[in-house]
């Protein structure tokens, strides 16, 4: 075997080589830009998660608010109902007539009224604590979704300046191995 035909073979090889990594380097980048697709998709559904809690979370933050101002407009009625009473007891004395104490009527109605205002504000509350935390597991989702992103973008461009090497190489690759294929022809025509 002549030098020729041997860089030429060797040469030929690294073409193939060559073509192999190229293969290889755009089926990278197709899984990649792939993965890059979803990783996007997740990260806006993710924007639209928080989004959506956050103004849940507002919106329950806002009623929570009321909570104070509620209880004291409660305890307004409360007391007005027992000056109303004292005020009707002292109206309507009478010794044939048994009077009612209004206080006792609406007493229970105040009674289950705040009692059912303390489970909405506990309920409210509890709620308020569980958008907390999946708010914070969604902005955490979206930091790495994020980071995933940064580090498929890197990977991409590694990629492609990978597929940008092996292209050079396939070219010189061919160019070598064409010389060598044309000094074989020589060889072989001065014998």
Known sequence: MSDSEYYYNYFRQKYYDS??????????IYNLNNQRRQTVNRINQLNVDIRNNQAALSGLNTAIQREGSLNSKLAAVANKTEQAAANFS?????????SKDIKD???????????????IWST???KK???DRKLSNLQADLKRANNDLQNIDRDIRQSNSNLSYWRRQKSSNYYNMEYYRGKMMQEAYSY
């Open 129 to 131: 604590i569980s958008l």
């Open 124 to 126: 409210l509350k509890s």
């Open 105 to 119: 009527v609406f007493s229970s109605e105040t009674t289950k009224t705040q009692s059912a205002l303390n489970r």
């Open 19 to 28: 073509c192999n990594q190229i293969n290889n380097c755009e089926h990278q």
């Open 90 to 98: 002292t109206m309507v004395k009478a010794d044939n007539i048994r």
